[in-house]
């Protein structure tokens, strides 16, 4: 059952932002502190990507862990309450990123995606940036990066290559 009235829940949620989040402008700023130059939001892209360097032919997104499905992430749990409603959001969400991205990568764009678990604390987010920068550089194909937890518990940013 949830703690919160259903007005209290809905202005909770409303109040939670689909653009310019912490995370995104973290990066935004540190890019172009590195001499990246980008659009932002390009509505001309599937899936309107949160980032989008045209030099390198790369789109970013910073997807959320809840709203995105980021699978094995803690911070991405299903709520008890809903359960229906949120599982149909969630998968609808991670099938359009995936359609998104396929239509994107099927154009010639390389596509990294970065979940906000990426950006945990100061070390981990500056590891994300250089993790991008050098993604970006490299010209390699699409990945992602995320916070990886090992078995000791210490945190690490790994990038996959599909």
Not at 33 to 46: A, C, I, Q, S, V
Not at 67 to 72: A, F, I, K, M, T
Request: hydrophobic letters at 35%; one cysteine or more; a positive charge.
């Amino acid at each position: 059952m949830d703690r919160l009235s259903k007005e209290a829940r809905s202005r909770n949620m409303s109040k939670i932002r689909s653009k310019d989040t912490k995370p995104e402008l973290f990066l935004r700023k540190a890019l172009h502190r590195e001499g990246f130059r980008f659009r932002l939001n390009d509505t001309k892209l599937p899936g309107k990507p949160d980032i989008v360097l045209k030099k390198y032919r790369a789109a970013i997104f910073i997807n959320g862990c809840f709203w995105h499905g980021h699978l094995g992430c803690p911070k991405s749990k299903i709520p008890e309450t809903n359960r229906e409603f949120w599982t149909n959001k969630i998968h609808g969400n991670m099938g359009r990123d995936a359609k998104n991205i396929l239509t994107l990568q099927n154009a010639g764009w390389r596509v990294l995606v970065v979940w906000t678990c990426a950006f945990g604390n100061k070390d981990l987010s500056e590891q994300t940036v250089q993790k991008t920068i050098e993604w970006l550089k490299s010209g390699k194909g699409s990945g992602e990066i995320a916070n990886e937890r090992n078995l000791s518990g210490a945190a690490k940013i790994c990038t996959s290559e599909e």
